[in-house]
Each structure stands twice: as structure tokens, then as C-alpha cells.
């Protein structure tokens, strides 16, 4: 399968998943979970202006998975000082963190590693734009529409930063990443130095 991971733009929106294009959720403070069926087309309206406004003050708020014309993911992910819906689950975002709102794979393709593939774009672009974490508020025991559940957000390097029954913040350190990526490059150096001396030795023969 190829893919191609696009920032996530206003222009964008309609790639989305039909539900998820009418919900605000994360962009409106006291819109609740889920698609605004009553009122789609206000609701599609209040996103784009909301994503048009994050791309003119910081840039794109999040990015797109796709393959070919095919939408095989999305996320979601804002500055925390505009996370205002944080807040009103009962945490607070720090201010030097990148907020993972959401993270959604197709059904179909999920278990492939795409998650993961998406994830990775989200921390390169919290470092890239200077930012030390990502945080994200995960949605304890039961499903929750719109919120990322807590054990995906652990298995993937997450810890909880901040206590809540049941919507807790998640924090990624970035300097973690980093330390991580500086050992894997460390011994992949020490694979290639012994593979160099293999090939340098003369190849045996066989009788």
C-alpha cells in the first residue's frame, strides 16, 4: 500500500469522513461529541472558518493519510493555548505542547502500522515548530467519540501528566523521541561496522 501523508487545511476538509466533517467538538468549547446532524451544514461551515483561522495565526491543524483518493486517516492536532476543550474535560494543556485532539485510521487498514506512520508526522512537526511535547486527553475504560483512548496513547510512548477519573492528559516528551532515535542510530552504526568487516574478509570457499 503507498500513502502520502498532506497538511490538513481547510481546503481539506471534505476528504474527512462524512461524521467528522460536521463535528466541532474540538473547535467549538460547548459543542458536543459527534456529527451536528441537526445542523450539518452550520457545523461544516464553524470548521472551516476555525481551521481557516489556525492556518493564518500558526498553520495547518493536522494532517491527512491518504492513497491516491483514498482518505485512510487523519489527525488533528492545535497549539495548546487553543485547546480550550481541554480545559473543559478537566485538564489543562501545557503550554509548551502540541495537542493530539484526534487520531482516526480507516477500519479497514487499521493494525497496519498507520497509526504509528501518523503519529511520527505529528511529534516531526511539534519539534519543527519548536514545541518540547505533545499532549493529548485520553478517554479512560470506555470508548469515548472523539477522544483517543488511554492505551493507545501509553502503548505509544505516552505517559499521564495529568491525573483525571476519567479524561486524563497524556504527555509525549519529545527529548525522549530523540534520546530514542540517537540509540537506534548509535546501533545501526555498530550493525554497519561489523557488516563492513564481513565484507572485507575473504569470502570461504566451499569443497
Known amino acids: 500500500m503507498s500513502h502520502q501523508i498532506h497538511p490538513l487545511t481547510a ?27 441537526d445542523h450539518a451544514d452550520d457545523a461544516r461551515e464553524a470548521k472551516q472558518l476555525w481551521c481557516r483561522s489556525v492556518e493564518l495565526e500558526w498553520g495547518a491543524p493536522g494532517f491527512l493519510l491518504v492513497d491516491h483518493d483514498r482518505t485512510l ?3 488533528s492536532c492545535m497549539p495548546a493555548e487553543q485547546g480550550h476543550r481541554a480545559r473543559r474535560l478537566g485538564v489543562t494543556p501545557s503550554d509548551d505542547a502540541l495537542l493530539l485532539a484526534t487520531l482516526w485510521i480507516d477500519p ?11 503519529l511520527h508526522r505529528v511529534l516531526k512537526h511539534a519539534h519543527d515548530t519548536g514545541r518540547r511535547a505533545v499532549e493529548a ?3 479512560r475504560g470506555a470508548a469515548a467519540p472523539c477522544l483517543l483512548p488511554e492505551q493507545f496513547l501509553l502503548a505509544s510512548g505516552f505517559v499521564v501528566h495529568h491525573q483525571h477519573p476519567r479524561f486524563p ?4 516528551d519529545l527529548r525522549q523521541t530523540v534520546r530514542w532515535q540517537d540509540a537506534m542510530e548509535h546501533a545501526l552504526e555498530g550493525v554497519r561496522a561489523v557488516l563492513s568487516r564481513r565484507d572485507r574478509r575473504t569470502i570461504p570457499t566451499t569443497s
Open 73 to 75: 486517516g487523519f489527525a
Open 169 to 172: 492528559l497524556l504527555r509525549l
Open 137 to 139: 486527553t485520553g478517554a
Open 108 to 118: 479497514e487498514v487499521r493494525g497496519s502500522g498507520l497509526a504509528t506512520t501518523l
Open 11 to 37: 481546503d481539506q476538509l471534505t476528504h474527512l469522513p462524512v461524521d467528522c466533517q460536521s463535528c466541532v467538538f474540538w473547535e467549538l468549547p460547548k459543542a458536543p461529541r459527534g456529527p451536528q446532524t
